[in-house]
């Protein structure tokens, strides 16, 4: 019998935590990126490849805690393991700040002044690095475990709450967190960096996590048991089901290795395999680019204009992204599956604008900061209707599983691409040709040959850096458009697995 009151809302304020607790995530993994550049590589004389390979192995750390993170939320439940998964990234986060004094130690640096004072190139500058590496992977070790449960949960706690009609809208207004984090990240973490330290910075921004922690505690419970849900919204959340939430049999969980059998786990792999490092390239990578090319620090004011240009871009676009699936049911009349891969065929066009950001690139840096933007934007859109393919297909209590196992691969596809852009950089930095032989760049200003040299990374026309930079964009344009097809080719339509 269907209920005659007015529904309530809870879902939304819901929604909203979601949303807080993925820009938390996002600030936390961006103080790094907004800080080493001009802050931690000054002190412990960091190259792009040592960059690189820290970036690279957060990914790794990242996509191996993912395998096992949505079956830990799908056996915990999303109350008890959202509060461990933020708790342990927050510690993580804020772990950070004591590994400068820890490498210091290490090596009896005695202040910042002696740190700073290290020749660089020398065997006291090759061992500050090394040590001070390691730290941060064993910190970013920490940020991965924690942060790898957060996509697992809010993607279970959307499909507990949303139907599926309204679950790309809602994962597009969760996932938005990343770009917001991203785009409140610029505009904080170089200025806190400079008024206060780098190590303030991930001090201040790591804490936020435990003051959300008390907010979950407080306000979330499943929706048959919420008292803030009423029976009427309960109807709307259970519309796709036959019986209410409370009324049904308890789901069984499909085994993990089962979960690898069926088709439609392989789709989502797939899309999150090759698409995945596109966003983390541009995450980790955008503030390097414009202090790389344009000689911006992550604390001038125009790289934090063009930085927060590029994310609110990001922001606005996306969420509209998330509400053109619900049109195509709605209005269009189509199945929630075939709207859902229209609108990613559609979002899957956007990335390739990132074709055209270094060329336009040489007019004004602004032409970069919107392309990539409108990349982003395509990529956030994508990405929720991908997540949303869950939830249309699987049964909840798999739901968490299936995430983990897509964002493991996910992982892996970022460690490629970032760990990949660092060698390419640092190559591209570090070589030249000179008499028609490749040698490194010290080594031809000493044998005096500069003037006979030239770069030799070549490619479209760009050479150097440029042309490295001009490398993994045309990667990053055409993923998307692979990756549509190959999981339209997997799962050529809508089969949900029956459990």
Not at 28 to 48: C, E, G, N, P, Y
Not at 95 to 101: T, V
Not at 382 to 387: E, F, G, I, T
């Amino acid at each position: 019998m269907e209920s005659t009151a007015k529904k309530t809302n809870w879902r939304w304020a819901i929604c909203s935590l979601l949303f807080v607790a993925t820009t938390i995530n996002y600030l936390d993994r961006q103080v790094l990126s907004l800080t080493w550049k001009d802050f931690i590589a000054v002190d412990f004389h960091w190259t792009d490849s040592d960059y690189g390979t820290i970036t690279g192995a957060f990914s790794i750390f990242y996509a191996v805690a993912c395998l096992f993170a949505g079956k830990f939320i799908d056996w915990m439940g999303t109350r008890r393991g959202y509060l461990v998964c933020i708790f342990a990234w927050s510690v993580g986060a804020c772990l950070h700040a004591a590994c400068g004094w820890v490498a210091m130690s290490v090596e009896g640096i005695e202040n910042i002044e002696a740190l700073r004072n290290i020749q660089a190139g020398s065997a006291a500058a090759l061992a500050i690095s090394t040590v001070s590496v390691y730290l941060f992977l064993g910190c970013r070790m920490v940020l991965a475990l924690g942060e790898s449960g957060n996509f697992p949960a809010a993607i279970k706690v959307t499909a507990e709450y949303f139907p599926k009609k309204d679950r790309a809208f809602a994962t597009s207004i969760f996932n938005a967190g990343a770009s917001i984090g991203a785009l409140a990240a610029p505009a904080t973490i170089p200025l806190l960096a400079e008024a206060m330290g780098w190590e303030m910075a991930f001090i201040i921004i790591g804490a936020m996590g435990f003051v959300w922690m008390f907010f979950w505690n407080v306000m979330y419970d499943q929706p048959s048991k919420s008292r803030y849900v009423n029976a009427a919204e309960l109807q709307y959340v259970n519309q796709d089901y036959q019986e209410a939430e409370s009324d049904k049999r308890e789901e069984k969980s499909i085994p993990f290795f089962h979960c690898l059998r069926y088709r439609q786990t392989w789709s989502f792999v797939v899309g999150k395999f090759m698409t995945d490092g596109v966003w983390w390239f541009y995450l980790f990578w955008a503030p390097a680019y414009f202090s790389d090319q344009y000689g911006l620090p992550s604390s001038d004011p125009l790289a934090i204009g063009l930085i927060s240009t590029l994310y609110a871009i990001v922001t606005i676009l996306s969420i509209g992204g998330g509400y053109l699936p619900k049109y195509f049911v709605e209005r269009r009349g189509m199945e929630p599956y075939p709207g859902r891969m229209r609108a990613m065929l559609i979002f899957a066009c956007f990335p390739l604008l990132a074709l055209f950001a270094q060329p336009l690139g040489q007019l004004s840096p602004w032409w970069p900061a919107i392309i990539i933007g409108l990349a982003g934007a395509g990529h956030q859109a994508w990405s929720a209707n991908l997540y949303s393919t869950i939830g249309d297909m699987f049964p909840k209590s798999t739901i968490a599983t299936i995430t983990g196992i897509g964002t493991t691969l996910g992982g892996i596809g970022a460690f490629l691409i970032n760990k990949g852009s660092g060698m390419l950089f640092s190559y591209a930095a570090g070589t030249t040709i000179v008499d028609g032989r490749e040698v490194e760049m010290t080594k031809a200003l000493l044998d005096g040959g500069a003037a006979y040299a030239r770069e030799a990374m070549e490619f479209l026309s760009f050479s150097g850096k440029e042309a490295g930079y001009m490398i993994v964009f045309c990667i990053c344009a055409v993923t998307y458009i692979v990756a549509w097809g190959l999981i339209k080719l997997l799962v050529p339509q809508y089969k949900p697995i029956e459990n």
